[in-house]
């Protein structure tokens, strides 16, 4: 007969998986009005940044709607989101302070989250652990 561990898919919106989804869902609500109002009040200023900004936004979103939902295939929309997350802060972190002529203006990513006190740089790490620690397991 095969045993389930106590962890089980619905498990990421509960326990710590509540503050991940708040976080996450903060971080969303935050980056979605600061790259809308930058996106029509400055977009001529820095389009690349603001545009990462509405980019990460959309990941942010879709990342606090699948830890909150937790099924199968929010899981792995989440494990998707969430990786994308984290290549792109590490990706503009990198560019953002190898080419700072090209963001003139700071996106959320920039310099690893350093304006949100490297929370972007976290989060992503800790949102993949808590996936990874949730997953089900099949023991047979």
């Known amino acids: 007969m095969a045993e389930t561990s106590a962890a089980s898919p ?69 494990t998707v989101a969430i990786t994308i997350e984290l290549v792109g802060v590490l990706a503009v972190g990198v560019l953002s302070l190898l080419m700072p002529e090209e963001f003139p203006r700071a996106s959320v990513w920039s310099a690893f989250g350093r304006g949100y006190l490297f929370i972007p740089l976290v989060l992503p790490l800790v949102g993949l652990w808590w996936l990874r620690r949730t997953a089900a397991t099949v023991r047979g």
């Open 10 to 78: 619905r498990d990421t919106g509960t326990g710590f998986g509540r503050v991940l989804v708040v976080v996450y869902g903060l971080f969303a609500l935050a980056a979605t009005a600061r790259s809308a109002v930058q996106l029509a009040t400055r977009f001529d200023e820095a389009p690349v940044a603001y545009l990462l900004s509405a980019f990460a936004a959309v990941v942010y979103i879709v990342a606090t709607v699948s830890l909150a939902r937790g099924d199968r295939t929010s899981r792995r929309v989440a």
